[in-house]
């Protein structure tokens, strides 16, 4: 989660304020990089696909949990379970989606000089019939072993349907 949703999403703009001199690196140091409202943005805006991320990695965990075992791998999915596992993955999906409340009201994603809604946000809904089919895969007596192997691929479809939906969203913000 760390990596895929966080590290890759917001590094970009940490180095655009580091190398813009948008924060007085004298007054503030690292932690006025941290507060700066771009760099909070890009942190909000890399949860939903931070969680998308995790996912992929989640039914491949489920789906390789037995030979794991035997292999010695300490994978969540080992360690706590396939039902937590499969708790987990639904909980990162359902998450990517209910983050899209908190982003369309978020104040630097929304119309200048207004504090509106910006329902643009909401267009990676569109890839919900997709999230209900991986959704459905990974539910409580969902598939196992070989048979999650078109989830690993159909999750990370899933992520892509998300994040070019995400972005015409952020597109469409008049600035």
């Known amino acids: 989660f760390l990596y895929f949703g966080l590290v890759a999403t917001v590094t970009v703009p940490y180095i655009y304020i580091v190398r813009m001199g948008l924060v007085e690196a004298d007054r503030m140091g690292i932690l006025g990089i941290f507060r700066h409202e771009l760099f909070v943005t890009s942190l909000i805006v890399a949860l939903p696909i931070g969680f998308m991320a995790t996912g992929i990695i989640v039914v491949n965990n489920v789906r390789d949990r037995l030979t794991d075992i035997h292999a010695g791998k300490n994978t969540l999915a080992v360690r706590l379970g396939e039902k937590f596992a499969r708790i987990e993955y639904m ?23 207004t504090n509106a809604t910006n329902y643009g946000l909401f267009l990676p809904l569109l890839s919900l019939p997709k999230a209900i089919e991986e959704l459905k895969a ?38």
């Open 138 to 175: 990974m539910g409580y007596h969902g598939k196992d072993g070989a048979a999650l192997n078109p989830h690993v691929g159909g999750t990370a479809k899933l992520q892509l349907m998300y994040c070019v939906l995400l972005v015409v969203g952020l597109l469409l913000i008049p600035f």
């Open 91 to 113: 909980s990162l999906i359902i998450g990517s989606y209910v983050m899209l409340i908190p982003l369309s009201q978020w104040k630097l994603l929304s119309v200048v000089g």
